[in-house]
Every structure is written in C-alpha cells, then in structure tokens.
C-alpha cells in the first residue's frame, strides 16, 4: 500500500452509556493526531448515508465497542454483507460496506476494530477502567497501523 | 383449562432500540391478546439531574441517535423559557427552524427509504431476504441512491446550523451560537431543486401506494383515534413552535390553542403493570378513550392548511381520501410523512432564501426562571421537554415525553388488530405473517431510544410460550 491511499475512520457509539463511547472516544483521539490521508468520522450509530463517505476510500476501519471479542480488541477485514437482520434505523458496518458496493461502486477495504467493552446499559459518562485500558491498547494499535498502512497484515 | 401459547418477536427488526411484540394465542390458534412491549431506557431524567442548565441541549442529544436535534431543539427552547427569553431574534429562530427542517427531511427519508420502502415495494410476505435497503438498492438503486443523498444532504443541513454532525451546541438558551453564511448557503441552494424533485418522487410513490391499495390497507392495523399536535395561531401546520390542538376521529375539537406549558392541565401520563412505557391521554376524556395518535397522520388531520404550496395541494389530495374528515387509516402515516417531507424541503427553500440567517443579532437576554416547558414537532410527533432549575443553575427535575411515548397506545392497538385479523386461526405463524405486525408498528416509525448497539447485539429472536409461560420454540434470527 502506498502512502497516497485515503483512508476513512468511523467510530461509532454513545459516549452517555458507558463503554458504548469506545468508538468515539477512538475517533477523538486519532482525530486530534491529524494524521495524513486519513479522515476520522463519529457518530452515534452507523445509517445508511455513510455508504457514500465510505465509497470516497480506499480504507475503511469501523470502530466500535464489542459485548463479547477477545480483550483488549479484535481487528478483521469486514466483508459486505448483504442481511436480512435491519433491526433499527442503523445498520450494521458489513451493510453499510454492502450498500457501498451496490450503490456507489465503492473500492474501499473495510476492517472492523472491536474494542472490548462490559457496562452499556446505564446512562453513564464515564467508561469502565478495563474498557478505558482497552481503549489505550487499541489507539497504539491504531496508531502504528495508519503509519505503516500495513492494513492487511494486521487484520 | 384452554391451552395457549405466546409468540414473541423480540426485538422488532428495523425499529430502534429494543422492543418485542407478544401474541398470546389459544389452543385454536385464536389470538386472545397481543401487546407491544417496548423495554425503554430508564435513568435519563435522573442523568442530567444536578448538571447546569445551560449544558441540557447538548446533554439530550445522547438520548438518540436518529432525532437528537429534536431533543437538543426542545431543550433549547425549555431552557429560553428558564433564561427569561419569551421571543428570539429572527436570526435565531429561523436557524433553529432550518436545523429542525433539516431533521425533519432526513429522518422523513431515513424512514421512507431504509425502513418502509421494503414493505411497500415487494409486499409484507416477500422473502426477507431482498425485504430490505439492499433489495432496494439492487432492485431500484436510483431510488436508493436518491435516499441516501436526501439524507446526506439534511445532515449537511444539521451540521451547518448545529456547528456538528453530533453533540451539535447550535441552538443554546435565549438563542442561537452561529448564522449561516453565504458560502454555506449557496452550498445547500445548489442541490435544492434536485431535492425538492425527489421529495416530489417519494411522495407520489407513498401516495400511489396507498390509493392503488385503499381497499386492503384500509384495515390494516387502523382504529379510530384521537389526534395531538402543535398548530399555529391561524390553524397551519407549525413543526417549530405553536399550541396544542386535540381533536377526535371525526373531527371535533377537545381543545385548541392551548398553550403548550400548561400541557399537565390537558396530558396524563397513565401507567400500565405490563410496561415501562406511560400511556399518555388526555385528561378529560379519561384513559380508556382518551388516548391519542400524534406524527404525521396526526399533524395532517389536525391542522386547517400547510403554508406551503406543494405541501398544501398534497394535503388536499390527502383529506379528500376521506371526504375531508380526519384519516385514520395506519397506513396512510407514510403518505402523510412525504408531504411532511416536501413541506420540509419547501421551507428549507423559503429559509436559505432569507438574509435574515445571516444577521448577526442572535440572543436575547432576560431573567432567570424556576421552570421551562418546550414542545417540538419531531419526526414522529410531539416532543415535550420540561424542566426545573435550583438558584445554583442545577436541573432538579426534568419530564420528557417523547413522541412514541404518545404513540404507545395506539402501536398496542394497531399490533392487537393486525394480530386478529392476519393472524387469528391460522395455523401456522409464517415469517410473512410476523411482518405484518412489524409493518403496523413500522408505520409509526417508533424510536425505542438509543439503546446501545455494540457489536454482538441486536438479534430478533422469536420465543414460543405456553400459558405457564415456558417456552415452547425458539427462533433467532440474527
């Protein structure tokens, strides 16, 4: 991969239920390292317009907490997948990769980082300690990652 | 003793959060009681407690991740109360209003395209697995695509007025942080046309739908109901600001003009053993009729004119449907909801049209106030935000009504009358069949609130009880 190739970073979540703000208290973070080529994005849930943002990539990592992947995070390329399972107005990373396939021709190589979190369910501003030490390993994961841009070898 | 059993959906697919649907049937596959169960969050009104009122617009939009800029709109305009502010700047209303415009329109899409349009278009017992946005897109991707830029164009519109995609500080108490500029503006004149054309698109699509199918969809989930919503001082439709009007299924008047900030003197919220959501009605009807349908079924049989034309001439093709009076047809939500959606794109028109968005006077000062009620037409309905706050600028107490709240009870009777009608006597419950009642509840566009959705979450899953309650089946659909 060359250093030209742009990548796109969407952590998403809701920082007032505890660890469900793991994936945009990433985005934060890599947003403030400004790094080159690579746009951060945040938002509560992932909808369907974010399949035209991910077809102007090349790289695509969607960020979000996990209920239940290894500690202290899971990184694995996201194949679009085109399922039946809609169960709100969000959708799933691999449906948004899907509709930018089928809508948009999109040629971005998605990866989903999973960051393990435990507390969701309680209004709550502040993360767990372990979710907040898996955060740090995972931005130092993140980190090296958009430096190298060795995307497939990571995953 | 007679046998039943219990169908569960749980969650219902393609509505937010978290809600299931239980159809108690007897030994004759009868259906002897259904309900919509909707596990909402609790703890919200307990979160902002003690926080200064002035952070309580921003704080609110944690609530949803679909309709946080109704929260942070009808907060704001609770906390212009607190702040002693009776009347913005032009500058500052018109900004809200083009924000909650924006809303409107992509929310309205949001629904339309992603969630219903699957329903609409391959029918409720069409194969789930091309029933969705990606059966949309592969089998009408310029529709899908005309979507998906309508929202990404209302979001632009939010994030412009909001200053942020999320977590927006645009509308604060007394007024509004920022204009639009001219760079801004012409960046949203650009594409108006285009999405005024497509707005026109979807509206005839919800429309045909519902005159080519009156005969069957007529009965679909429908009941006779009273009807809530804000309505300017001349009887037009108003999303922004206005009073309440109540009126009955066939038209007449509960109360008219009523302002907003007496709303506990008209509204009880009810309570049930069998949910934690309240079941709001109005106060001198009583609870077993006096509950109301508010959303864009509501607003359309509630108001007297839209003030825009293309909107209006819509609305009248609408009411003739039913001879003028009242549509209470469930089905036809989604039809009053594109005119909402071409009313929405015609005043962002009006507004982006206007200089006053780009004066400079944007607060008004006033004296402080104990307590502050706001109410907003939110996508789905009447949004009401109440709150008190101590001499130390802390919130002591804050009410919210959200508009599916509102819609609680009449989801339980669309569910119930679908349930008896599709599902009563047969046999076998066929995915088809579970649709049906998810389409009833679809129509309301109901938002559960935003519920966590981390990975590994958010399977439906479809239990079978007995009378004792064991279970009987199981089916996970993930």
Not at chain 1, 55 to 72: G, L, M, R, T
Not at chain 1, 87 to 107: D, G, K, Q, R, Y
Not at chain 2, 98 to 108: E, I, K, N, R, V
Not at chain 2, 247 to 276: C, H, M, N, P, R
């Amino acid at each position: 991969m060359t250093a030209e190739i742009k990548v796109l970073l969407i952590g998403y979540g809701n920082p007032a239920r505890g660890d469900d703000g793991l994936g945009p208290a990433v985005a934060e973070i890599i947003e403030q390292k400004k790094i080159p080529g690579v746009t951060v994005d945040s938002d509560y849930q992932l909808t369907v317009e974010d399949s035209a943002q991910v077809a102007e990539n090349d790289v695509v990592i969607f960020v979000d907490a996990s209920v239940d992947c290894a500690e202290p995070f899971s990184f694995e390329p996201l194949m679009a997948k085109e399922s039946s399972g809609f169960s709100s107005h969000s959708v799933e990373p691999a449906e948004v990769a899907a509709l930018a396939e089928s809508l948009f021709n999109s040629p971005a190589k998605c990866f989903m980082l999973g960051i393990r979190g435990y507390i969701f369910e309680q209004f709550k501003e502040d993360m767990t300690e372990k979710a907040k030490n898996n955060l740090q390993k995972a931005v130092v994961f993140l980190e090296n990652l958009l430096e190298t841009k060795n995307f497939v070898a990571s995953a | 003793m007679s046998t039943t059993k219990k169908v569960i959906i749980e969650p219902v697919t393609r509505v937010e959060g978290h809600g299931k649907v239980s159809i108690l049937l007897d030994e004759n596959n009868k259906v002897s009681q259904a309900r919509f169960h909707i596990v909402e969050f609790r703890g919200f009104e307990r979160f902002i407690q003690g926080r200064p009122y002035w952070e309580v617009p921003v704080l609110v939009q944690r609530l949803c991740g679909i309709c946080p800029v109704s929260h942070h709109l009808a907060a704001a305009k609770a906390m212009d109360k607190i702040v002693g502010v009776d009347k913005l700047t032009p500058t500052a209303e018109k900004m809200r209003r083009l924000m909650h415009y924006g809303q409107m329109f992509q929310s309205h899409v949001l629904h339309f395209f992603h969630l219903c349009s699957p329903d609409l278009l391959f029918g409720f017992d069409a194969d789930p697995m091309i029933r969705n946005i990606i059966g949309v897109a592969k089998k009408y991707p310029e529709l899908a695509v005309q979507g998906v830029m309508m929202r990404k164009y209302g979001q632009e519109i939010i994030k412009a007025t909001a200053g942020k995609k999320i977590h927006g500080t645009g509308a604060i108490p007394g007024g509004i942080n920022k204009n639009l500029s001219i760079a801004e503006r012409d960046v949203f004149l650009k594409d108006l046309n285009q999405m005024v054309e497509w707005s026109r698109g979807a509206l005839k699509i919800a429309k045909n739908y519902t005159v080519e199918n009156l005969e069957k969809i007529k009965p679909f989930g429908s009941f006779d109901s009273n009807h809530l919503s804000l309505i300017r001082q001349d009887g037009a439709m108003d999303l922004y600001h206005g009073n309440l009007r109540a009126i009955t299924a066939t038209g007449e008047k509960i109360f008219d003009q009523v302002d907003y900030s007496k709303y506990l003197d008209y509204i009880v919220e009810g309570v049930k053993s069998w949910s934690y959501m309240k079941f709001p009605f109005i106060k001198s009807i009583g609870p077993e009729k006096g509950w109301y349908r508010v959303g864009p079924l509501a607003r359309i049989n509630t108001c007297d004119f839209i003030d825009t034309p293309e909107a209006e001439a819509a609305r009248k093709e609408f009411m003739a449907v039913t001879n003028g009076k009242p549509n209470n047809i469930t089905m036809a939500y989604h039809w009053a909801r594109m005119i909402e959606l071409l009313h929405s794109i015609e005043k962002i028109k009006e507004l982006l049209n206007d200089k006053d968005l780009q004066g400079t006077d944007l607060v008004v000062k006033g004296h402080r106030r104990e307590e502050g009620v706001g109410l907003i037409e939110a996508p789905r309905g009447t949004l009401f935000h109440h709150y008190k706050v101590n001499e130390n600028d802390q919130v002591v107490m804050a009410n919210l009504i959200v508009s599916t709240t509102h819609n609680n009870e009449p989801m339980n009777s669309a569910v119930r009358k679908v349930a008896q009608d599709h599902i009563s006597g047969v046999p076998k419950i066929t995915e088809g069949l579970l649709n049906h009642i998810e389409v009833a509840i679809r129509a309301y566009d109901p938002c559960l609130s935003c519920a966590t959705h981390a990975m590994g979450q958010m399977p439906l899953k479809v239990t079978l009880y007995d009378y004792q309650g064991g279970v009987i089946d199981m089916k996970i659909k993930e």
